[in-house]
């Protein structure tokens, strides 16, 4: 009977996570298998949660995106061709090639 309850007991517990978040200090929460996170304080944290049942915080880095490349815009009077070429490319990331023919311009992506 007492194996019974203490494995009742420890089940009931492992439904529960807790985790420690470095947000200009420590932050507790808790929650259920599947749920939000929400608060708890540092007495609860440390009452309840062990190695097992505790899940480490990973922090995102924020994606970094592709560099503009910037080319200086004509001042005089140029073809309009010309003109839209130098505007496409400043438009355009680096993950594209802007491209002029004859009477055209054309923007691949690499």
Same mark, same amino acid.
């Given at each position: 009977?007492?194996?019974?309850?203490?494995?009742?007991?420890?089940?009931?517990? $492992?439904?529960?996570?807790? $985790?420690?978040?470095?947000?200009?200090?420590?932050?507790?929460?808790?929650?259920?298998?599947?749920?939000?996170?929400?608060?708890?304080?540092?007495?609860?944290?440390?009452?309840?949660?062990?190695?097992?049942?505790?899940?480490?915080?990973?922090?995102?880095?924020?994606?970094?995106?592709?560099?503009?490349? $910037?080319?200086?815009?004509? $001042?005089?009077?140029?073809?309009?061709?010309?003109?839209?070429?130098?505007?496409?490319?400043?438009?355009?990331?680096?993950?594209?090639?802007?491209?002029?023919?004859?009477?055209?311009?054309?923007?691949?992506?690499?």
């Amino acid at each position: 009977m007492k194996n019974l309850i203490r494995h009742i007991l420890l089940e009931e517990a $492992q439904k529960w996570e807790y $985790q420690v978040r470095d947000i200009g200090g420590p932050v507790y929460y808790k929650r259920k298998k599947g749920s939000d996170w929400f608060f708890i304080d540092e007495v609860e944290f440390y009452k309840d949660s062990n190695r097992n049942n505790t899940v480490k915080w990973v922090e995102k880095k924020p994606k970094k995106g592709p560099k503009i490349k $910037q080319l200086e815009v004509p $001042q005089k009077k140029v073809d309009k061709l010309d003109y839209l070429y130098i505007y496409y490319q400043n438009l355009t990331s680096n993950d594209c090639k802007v491209e002029k023919t004859d009477d055209s311009i054309i923007i691949k992506v690499k």
